[in-house]
């Protein structure tokens, strides 16, 4: 395969991953407007954004099943489908049930771009398969700050909720674009078959890290999606929380590279779980200022979980092909369904408590959610434990990968 058709190809697949990141955050954007105009309670609303990560861990699933039937090209097709009608029933929603389907195509795009590009990707740099998923995983922290910066400047100029989706048809067209007028490959450098590829997935390592995954999925996305509100007491602004977080995980993931050749995923992977505790503990200590230095720590500890945890699969458990690297990505957002609702009952639990004790509104508040993120250190402080025995193994880790 020719360099200027894998570099359309890797191009493509991040500017559909832009695309996915955008609907995230757009969406948070413009949610408090779907509110008013459609007259939604916050149940309701819920239940729309439920859709997102419903849809994203089916597709994955289902995906990862068909990868070596159909191919990286059909599912981008997929994938380009889906986000065209969702982002177009979203513009046309009359209401609930109009949010709900649109919702759930949307889920269901970004679920397809994860199942495509991941192996697709790790097909075509085969020496160099973490430094270029995390190159490529660098655009959705990336896209969640332009998606937020679009919506913030689209606000502030009054345009209405419907022009902020119908941006986001533009990156659509433009890998839609490469998708259709650029050759993709045939696999080479990963399993192909889907019987060898379902047997290699129930092995203890696999399955070891499928645990994993729902602890490093869990103390990323979920601690992102409830930090703006469990620290809104705090003195922090929220958008410099946001951009500062996801703008330095995108650096970070951009330049992988060498710390990835110097400590290996493993080791990137046992470093980030120590930085993600001590991030998250500052997190529910400090108020002020200090909450961004809090912030740069934990930006710096999550920063390399999901295409690290990506990444060690097709590198030590090659066996499972496309197959283990979508499970593996939908394992991580079906646990952050499962857990947002776990953690949003310990900050009304929290708050509660601390009502027994004080008046102040904003002190019940800050303590609540100070509360909530101690609970939520025990996520990495496990990662700790299991990512040092794997950095203890990976000698044998190494020898096993060209055996499976």
Known sequence: MSKDNASRLFLASCLALIVTA????????????????FGLTDTQLGWVNSMAFLGFPVAMMVGGLLYNYLGARVLLFIALVGHIAGLVLTIMAGGFWGLI?????????????????NPLIADMYPRNQTTMLSRFHTWFPGGIVIG?????????????????????????????????????????????????NIKSLFTPLYLFMILCMTLTATTELGTQQWVGRILSETGAHPMIVLALGTGLMAIGRQFAGPMVHKLHTVGVLFVSSILAAIGIYLLSTVTGGMVYVAVIVFALGVCYFWPCMIGFVSEYIPKTGALGMSLMGGAGMFAVSIWNPIIGNWIDSNRAEAAKTLTDPSAIELAAGQSTLANMVTFPLVLIVAFAILFALRGRLEKGAHTR
């Open 22 to 37: 955008m609907t995230f955050a757009i969406r948070a954007g413009v949610l408090t407007e779907l509110s008013k105009n």
């Open 148 to 196: 937020a910066l679009v919506s913030q400047a689209m606000t502030s100029a009054q345009l209405g909720w419907q022009l902020q989706i119908a941006v986001m048809l533009i990156p659509t067209a433009i890998y839609g674009y490469l998708v259709f007028t650029t050759e993709f490959p045939k696999s080479a450098n990963i399993e192909t078959s889907t019987g060898t």
């Open 101 to 117: 389907i649109s919702t759930f195509f949307i889920g269901f795009a970004n679920g397809s771009v994860e199942a495509a590009c």
